[in-house]
């Protein structure tokens, strides 16, 4: 299936080749910056029935268009960025469904279990995505955090997965070496996703086709599902159609009803 997102920016909405996101600004690399407001987006989103899009946070200054995109599609997006206990509450009062976290899980490079079984305790297991971005390193796949900086020494394997499971309703992964170069989708990782995830999950980075959705579909077993940001038309791209997106959507819910 496809899921939408907004990646807000300084408060805009863009497209963002992921390894650039370091904190330095001459390194940064976008492809694209909308002219138009997050709640437009969510708006569509919701006008199309596209429910679990991710709305992340990338840095400060982008809480004001969050809240509007929450609040254009209540309860149809999940929110992301800089999200911890002190905070998650408010989130979901925002209107969001799910709050999505990565680092404050993660301390030092280590998965922080107290603060994990802490934070799902106090929000509720089914309002917990777990964003277990990564990287490729010596022939593994480890979590990253810090904007897919720095790399935790959580590797991603099926013990991992099934442990986190018992805390969180939903994974989101970006896979972070490919992510806003839409030179195609990591095939392994979403693969071995397939075989090992057994909560939701939704897999972002590199697709650059609508045959990725049917590539997707097929490669991760019917159980991952995927997100396409810099190829989609609505930002800038020219490999999808969002119609097309929403089209395949509504084609494999009527398949599955049927079977």
């Known amino acids: ?89 408010a989130w979901l009062d925002a209107g969001a ?18 603060r994990l079984r802490q934070l799902s305790g106090a929000i509720g297991k089914r309002r917990l995505a777990l964003d277990l971005s990564c990287r490729k390193r010596e022939g593994a796949y480890w979590v990253v955090t810090d904007r897919w900086q720095k790399f935790t020494e959580t590797r991603m394997e099926p013990e991992t997965l099934s442990r986190l499971e018992k805390w969180c309703d939903e994974f989101l992964v970006h896979a972070a070496d490919v992510e806003g170069l839409c030179r195609g989708v990591d095939l392994e990782l979403v693969e071995k996703l397939g075989r090992w995830a057994g909560v939701p999950t939704t897999y972002a980075g590199g697709a650059n086709n609508l045959r990725d959705l049917d590539e997707v579909t097929r490669v991760g077993g019917g159980k991952i599902d995927l997100t396409i940001g ?26 599955r009803k049927m079977k």
């Open 230 to 255: 810099s190829a989609l038309d609505i930002f800038g791209g020219h490999g999808v159609r969002y119609e097309d997106a929403v089209a395949f959507n509504r084609k494999l819910e009527k398949e």
């Open 1 to 89: 299936m496809f899921r939408p997102c907004i990646d807000l920016h300084e408060g805009k909405v863009k497209q963002i080749v992921g390894g650039t996101l370091t904190g330095d600004a001459a390194a940064l690399r976008t492809n694209f910056v909308s002219g138009r407001p997050a709640a437009w987006y969510a708006e569509l989103y919701r006008r199309d029935g596209l429910r679990g899009g991710h709305v992340i946070m990338l840095g400060p200054g982008n809480e004001g268009a969050a809240r509007e995109a929450l609040a254009a599609f209540p309860g149809g997006l999940q929110a992301g960025g800089g999200i911890g206990l002190e905070n998650a509450a």
């Open 97 to 114: 469904s799910h709050v999505i976290v990565t680092s404050w899980v993660f301390r030092e490079g280590q998965l922080d279990w107290d």
